[in-house]
């Protein structure tokens, strides 16, 4: 057995932490009590949950690595700030879901306690100071996801998409279980500390290796990255779109937190191992993502094979296996996380009873009914596409400028071609949104006022944002500040 210290400022430590549990229990005991006609209060009180657990990782924002539980549980600058993020990407997934789900009889108290113990996974991914932890993190996310995409359970396409997701999950979690208890026996050690001091003097460094390989294939396949990337468009596509739009946004962010704790802080020495195998996950990705999407008719596949291509990007910045590349890894997932969100939100925007939007037709017109939300959907997508000065724009300079930086000019040439392609197959939207006429009413925006708001804010921030970038990048370049 492996002896744990405790001191009563652990729980000081993990109290955000702490606080979403309670609450998810809370949630789900409260929402037996609640009459459906007034499950909004259930709604209200998932988004009072997030804006709470800001407030107190903002209370105590680490200045510097604090340790807890001996070790297994490290809060600083870099979890506190993507955990932040997660709770605000959370909070618009929130939003956008209400009047989807209240729309198809869906609206229940379960979905929002399977997102928050989704995001307190997460939080345990991005604070994982042992490899305990993070798969103890990691399960509760994935077994909350596969519950959440497979909500509506009375859709045969949800079902099928929640089976593959499930089945393909499963192997995933596997292969890097594998290679963490190859990690673990290599090393003789839990502790991502001790997992890096004992690789250099390791007994057995063909199964440390062997370890860092198994442990990267999962964390490709958590991420989307190609040839990983098998599950992503049908889960995409299939799930419901409130659901798509929380699964494809903050997980992304923790995912990043779990491949950095698990690559730089416990297999650093071995760098020069798994960069070359970053670089081919990075160059297909980019290959691969952005040709399948120019053949998408459906806006949902079209962002599925996006992520992948924009996965390839975030690897960019761990190639060069440093803290400036770690920093521009961090601010592309954050900022396309949301992204993400607000591009599904685009979708749920359009939606309504009896009809769920998803093909790029169903955009058509929209600027004559709807100029205003036609011109921020534009905003939205031109993140996506990285043109500046949004958001996305930046995001993407930064990673190939880190590309660049460590060495990798043929990775960074191939990004810029391939964010070329990227603009072209967006642009098939703009097109449809700004030059085409609908035959129908389903460009139509009939959304709630909240839905609204939460939109115009979300939109309008990816432009503020990206002109104001410097202000994200500095929290990024804090967490990773140079040597």
Not at 18 to 26: I, N, P, S, T, Y
Not at 180 to 187: D, F, N, R, W
Not at 424 to 451: C, P, Q, W
Request: aromatic content about 12%.
């Amino acid at each position: 057995m492996i002896p744990i210290s405790f001191s009563p400022a652990d729980l000081h430590t993990i109290l955000p932490e702490l606080f979403l549990c309670g609450a998810a229990f809370a949630l789900l005991m409260a929402d037996l009590f609640i009459d459906a006609k007034r499950r909004a209060l259930i709604h209200f009180l998932a988004i009072a949950v997030l804006a709470a657990a800001v407030l107190l990782t903002v209370r105590d924002m680490a200045a510097g690595a604090v340790t807890a539980f001996g070790g297994m549980f490290v809060r600083d600058v870099a979890g506190d700030v993507m955990k932040i993020a997660v709770y605000a990407v959370t909070a618009f997934g929130f939003v956008y879901a209400k009047p989807y789900l209240a729309e198809r009889g869906l609206f229940k108290g379960e979905y929002y306690v399977l997102c928050l113990f989704s995001v307190l996974g997460m939080g345990l991914m991005i604070s994982a100071g042992n490899l305990t932890v993070l798969y103890l993190g990691l399960e509760l996310l994935a077994l909350s996801s596969y519950g959440l995409v497979g909500f509506d359970r009375d859709n045969p396409t949800v079902s099928e998409a929640a089976m593959k997701y499930f089945v393909l999950g499963s192997m995933a979690s596997g292969l890097l279980l594998y290679g963490m208890s190859m990690l673990y026996g290599a090393t003789g050690s839990l502790q991502f500390d001790a997992i890096l001091a004992g690789s250099a003097q390791t007994a057995s460094p063909m199964m440390f290796k062997l370890g860092v390989v198994f442990v990267l294939a999962g964390i490709a396949f958590k991420l989307g990255a190609a040839p990983f990337h098998m599950w992503l468009p049908d889960v995409y596509q299939g799930a419901s779109t409130a659901v798509t739009a929380f699964i494809a946004s903050a997980p992304k962010i923790a995912v990043f937190a779990m491949a950095y704790r698990l690559l730089e802080t416990a297999a650093g020495g071995a760098a020069a191992d798994w960069v070359p195998l970053v670089a081919g996950l990075s160059a297909v990705s980019l290959v691969l993502g952005n040709l399948m999407a120019l053949v998408q008719s459906s806006f949902k596949r079209l962002l599925a094979y996006s992520t992948i291509s924009h996965v390839g990007f975030l690897l960019l910045g761990l190639l060069s296996a440093d803290n400036a590349g770690y920093a521009a890894a961090m601010f592309y997932a954050i900022s396309y996380a949301v992204t993400a969100v607000a591009a599904f939100g685009s979708l749920i925007l359009l939606s309504r009873a009896g009809f769920d939007a998803d093909a790029i037709d169903d955009f058509r017109g929209l600027w004559a009914k709807s100029p205003g939300f036609a011109f921020l959907i534009l905003f939205v997508v031109a993140s996506l596409a990285g043109i500046p000065p949004f958001l996305g724009f930046f995001a993407k300079l930064q990673v190939i400028v880190a590309a660049l930086q460590g060495g990798y000019q043929s990775l960074a040439i191939l990004a810029v071609v391939c964010a070329v392609i990227g603009a072209f197959y967006y642009l098939k939207l703009i097109r449809a949104m700004f030059f085409d006429k609908s035959e129908t009413e389903s460009a139509e925006v009939n959304a709630d006022g909240h839905l609204r708001a939460a939109f115009a804010v979300n939109a309008a921030a990816l432009l503020v944002l990206g002109v104001f970038s410097n202000g994200i990048l500095s929290w990024c370049l804090r967490a990773f500040p140079a040597a």
